[in-house]
């Protein structure tokens, strides 16, 4: 088997273990190819222990600019025995393993159309330090520097890095560079060469490189929320430790010094969503950040927010479930779980951003929706966008932005003798007026409850009352439609009656995907949704198809169910594509999966025009 030849096109994955500290040295490999001008898509997989267990750091090298997995690897870094076999079934036939050569293996331990490199880590370690845990920390800088001679990445782009990370720390610096050059200087004298190269590039243009959460939060702090209440959660929590970050930089007093904002770390989730509650109710724009565990126990409060009518917002970081699931893996699995969260007849609404650029909008937008709609709102964050960092476009901060506040009487409308009915529609969008606490020291209060009212906010179970009343959320949920961020569009070179639904996180694999059919001569038109309620444009392109695939990363194809729930669709003629074992989706499987519905079709005969 001929080896790999690729400059900037290909993937190396690491394979270590769970609390050995090379999470800080593989990150540091990606960012020096970032450095070099190169784009590359890292994805962090990872237990929900804290030591022990195999862990995994997969960086895609891509000068075309892919920031999805694409499958397959090409370059595996193999440091943990334990998962030695499934890693090195993983690589592409003529690819290359990497792997610490101290204590030998049998040559039944590898593969015949695979190029070994052999490097004594741990034996030079050892003969280098003496602390134990220096060994093991250096072992991960020393394989780095061996990476970085095989591959041809400048040195001094790492170095700098290093100097940039233990800046003030000149010890630490000077130890870590001892170790890149160990591992880069018996690379150079003592491996081959092989045909994986990195190559200065300038493909990286002004997009920015930066985790979903982080994004999430400065979009909480664009938004204007002041309030957030959260319970630490896997994947979330680093969202709400991000806006603390951003808030004790951004939203500090200058004159007095005093904070302009309250986090607090509640007991539960139970309690993060009341406090959320109480404070959106008294005006102040609140946010919680959790998964899916936390969405479960929040439910009831959801519930009353949504028919006491308070703005909420909600950024689920969504996992693998359910129960505890898998807490370290990433899926799309909760959007019927957010669509109709709580009991009775409910309906919310659901941002859905690709990348961490859209998770900094949607953030802010959802602040302005909650408040405009009086409604909980959801941002349908994921893991692989919330806590791997990506490249995107720049974050856009506009000074002259102002919130949208929505329906606020206020005190002079009051005094007028203007008409409130806290639960009345006005103007035929479903969304009445409110008054915030203290607005006016007689007029425009109302006793807020979970249970029914008039539209006066008196107290009523009267069936008439309780009718208009939820018939109204309903209207409110439809003038959402063109409120929330429209679908986007692609269509294909030519006629097709092949299209293609999908969200989120899937977004980078799925565009890859699309362009690999268009080789093979299968062309598709597609839709990316980017919330619910589903625009008309929606429904539009179904119709406009004869067959329309949904691609989605979970078990019971759940965007699939919502479109066929809202628009009295035929499930027929929407084809799953479902990815669920909590890793990223790749390319090659969706690709894959649609080239194979098609074939089988075409086959039988039930596709009468060419694609």
């Not at 060469?193 to 590039?201: D, Q, S, T």
């Not at 500090?252 to 607090?264: F, K």
Request: proline share 6%; charged share 20%; hydrophobic share 40%.
């Amino acid at each position: 088997m001929k080896p790999i030849e690729a400059v900037n096109d290909f993937v190396v994955k690491f394979a270590n273990v769970n609390g050995s500290g090379s999470a800080s040295a593989n990150e540091l490999f990606a960012k020096s190819i970032l450095r070099m001008g190169v784009p590359v898509s890292p994805r962090n997989i990872f237990p929900s222990n804290i030591q022990g267990l195999p862990t995994w750091y997969e960086v895609r090298v891509t000068e075309a600019g892919h920031l999805g997995r694409r499958g397959g690897v090409d370059l595996m870094a193999a440091m943990n025995p334990q998962t030695w076999d499934a890693d090195l079934a993983e690589i592409e036939p003529g690819g290359y393993l990497f792997y610490d050569s101290t204590r030998p293996l049998p040559a039944s331990k590898f593969r015949a159309d695979v190029s070994v490199i052999s490097m004594p880590l741990t034996e030079i370690c050892n003969r280098t330090y003496d602390d134990p845990r220096q060994r093991q920390l250096f072992k991960n800088i020393m394989y780095v520097g061996a990476l970085a001679a095989l591959l041809r990445i400048d040195l001094a782009v790492i170095e700098a890095l290093i100097a940039q990370q233990y800046k003030g720390k000149e010890k630490l610096l000077d130890a870590n560079v001892h170790a890149l050059h160990l591992g880069h200087d018996y690379a150079t004298n003592n491996l081959p060469p092989i045909g994986l190269e990195v190559r200065a590039a300038d493909a990286v243009g002004d997009r920015i490189f930066i985790d979903g959460n982080s994004a999430a939060a400065l979009g909480c702090v664009y938004g204007g929320a002041s309030v957030c209440a959260w319970y630490p959660i896997t994947p979330s929590s680093s969202l709400a430790e991000a806006f603390q970050k951003y808030c004790q930089k951004l939203r500090v007093d200058p004159a007095t010094g005093r904070n302009r904002y309250a986090i607090v770390q509640a007991e539960d989730e139970i309690a993060s969503i009341g406090m959320v509650a109480g404070a959106g109710w008294n005006g102040a724009r609140a946010f919680t950040t959790t998964s899916g565990p936390g969405i479960s126990l929040m439910n009831e409060i959801i519930g009353l927010a949504y028919f006491a009518e308070i703005p909420v917002t909600i950024i689920d970081v969504q996992r693998g479930g359910p129960s505890t699931g898998m807490p370290t893996r990433t899926q799309q699995a909760d959007l019927l779980a957010c669509a109709y969260a709580s009991h009775g007849d409910t309906k919310h609404v659901l941002l859905l951003p690709e990348d961490p650029h859209e998770c900094f909008e949607f953030a802010a937008a959802a602040l302005d929706l909650a408040d405009r709609l009086q409604t909980p709102v959801f941002v349908m964050s994921d893991l692989d966008i919330g806590m791997n960092q990506r490249l995107c476009a720049p974050l856009a901060w506009d000074d002259a932005r102002r919130y949208d506040r929505g329906k606020l009487m206020t005190a002079a409308e009051l005094e007028a003798g203007k008409d409130f009915g806290r639960y009345k529609d006005v103007d035929g969008d479903g969304i009445p007026w409110r008054t915030l606490p203290a607005t006016h020291p007689t007029r425009g209060s109302y006793f807020t409850r979970g249970t029914s009212r008039d539209a006066y906010a008196r107290y009523s179970e009267r069936g008439p009352d309780y009718v208009y009343n939820v018939q109204r959320l309903l209207k409110k949920f439809d003038t959402a439609r063109g409120l929330v961020p429209a679908p986007v569009e692609q269509r294909a070179a030519h006629p097709t009656p092949w299209g293609a639904l999908f969200f989120g996180s899937t977004a980078p694999a799925m565009r890859e995907a699309v362009a690999a059919l268009q080789v093979q001569g299968l062309a598709l038109d597609t839709l990316r949704v980017r919330a619910f309620p589903f625009s008309d444009a929606v429904r539009a392109f179904i119709e406009a198809h004869a067959h329309v695939f949904v691609v989605e990363q979970n078990r019971d194809a759940q965007l699939r169910s919502l479109i066929v729930d809202d628009f009295g669709i035929d499930p027929a003629r929407l084809i799953p594509v479902l990815h669920y074992d909590g890793t990223p989706i790749t390319a090659r499987f969706i690709a894959g999966a649609i080239r194979a519905h098609i074939t089988q079709k075409r086959a039988a005969g039930a596709d009468s025009c060419a694609a």
